[in-house]
């Protein structure tokens, strides 16, 4: 059964690529951090506080569903985050700098935050797939802006929240980057330092994974958002991330000649399931995803 994209479409082909689907979440969630009302909207909201990974591979399943999963599949996501949303709507708690002080309003039908989740996603998709599979031809970059559209357009997005073509976004989210408007809250500086692999994975796979995985978080972030986290990057640290970026392009460009490759291609909602059971043993046994915000109880 058909889906919302067509199987030829450049967001498909991205969001099929396994280095994409497992590395952008992380990437957009450090980097989302940054916008204040966005963060603190989830934050004041979730229900995912003590198992924070749940929340983000949840998340990426959902995402992932839209854009991979038959119609059928799509509606039943996009049923269950309209829920999830109905309550995400009030007021900063704490301060957000200039441009977002305590007592923003937030909501999650907010067409412009409904633009910022979609802008944050793209970012990361594109950026993973210059990356980790090979760099995009520019109408292949319009193409995927233009499944972004679409996809936030399924959540409820009007189109006119969102910039008229992929240079305007480009143009846009880079200034918006480069400007004194993005700013950490607390909570959000220490989720995203830990979800770049400052405080070590709580994941399956061991040191190798969760070495590579701090690799490729890290050394996607532009240098101006790791200077916002206080991430250290090192020469020998660029070169390991030159050198994996090699590699997994390598290993992509040979894809044609290997045949089938469902452990490169493919949906990866398997490895986000693998992800929250890990999580999940972990909480049982009495640890702590992230010190600070997991084991801290809201009023």
Do not use: C, N
């Not at 200039?98 to 802008?119: I, N, R």
């Amino acid at each position: 059964m058909p889906g919302y994209f067509a199987a030829d479409s450049m967001v498909v082909r991205a969001m099929r690529q396994r280095v994409v689907g497992l590395s952008w979440g992380q990437r957009a969630l450090v980097i989302g951090g940054l916008h204040p009302r966005l963060f603190v909207g989830i934050a004041q909201h979730t229900v995912h506080r003590v198992t924070p990974y749940t929340r983000l591979a949840l998340t990426a399943r959902l995402m992932e569903t839209v854009f991979l999963g038959t119609k059928e599949e799509a509606d039943q996501a996009l049923a269950f985050t309209a829920k999830r949303h109905v309550p995400v709507a009030g007021t900063m708690e704490v301060p957000g700098g200039a441009a977002h002080p305590a007592g923003s309003p937030y909501s999650a039908a907010d067409p412009g935050l409904m633009w910022w989740t979609a802008a944050f996603a793209l970012d990361s998709v594109e950026f993973m797939y210059d990356a980790l599979v090979r760099p995009l031809r520019p109408d292949e970059r319009e193409e995927l802006f233009d499944g972004f559209v679409t996809w936030a357009g399924l959540f409820g997005m009007p189109a006119s929240a969102a910039p008229a073509s992929y240079p305007d976004f480009r143009r846009r989210f880079d200034a918006w980057l480069a400007s004194d408007e993005p700013y950490l809250v607390d909570e959000a500086r220490l989720v995203g330092r830990h979800i770049a692999g400052t405080a070590g994975y709580h994941l399956p796979g061991g040191p190798p994974t969760s070495e590579t995985l701090r690799t490729v978080v890290q050394g996607s972030l532009p240098a101006v958002v790791r200077e916002h986290y206080g991430i250290p990057w090192s020469a020998a640290a660029e070169r390991r991330w030159r050198a994996v970026r090699t590699a997994s392009r390598l290993a992509h460009g040979r894809l044609s000649l290997l045949g089938p490759t469902p452990l490169l291609r493919g949906r990866s909602e398997h490895f986000y399931k693998v992800v929250q059971q890990g999580e999940q043993a972990l909480v049982r046994r009495g640890g702590v995803s992230i010190p600070g915000v997991s084991d801290v109880r809201r009023a």
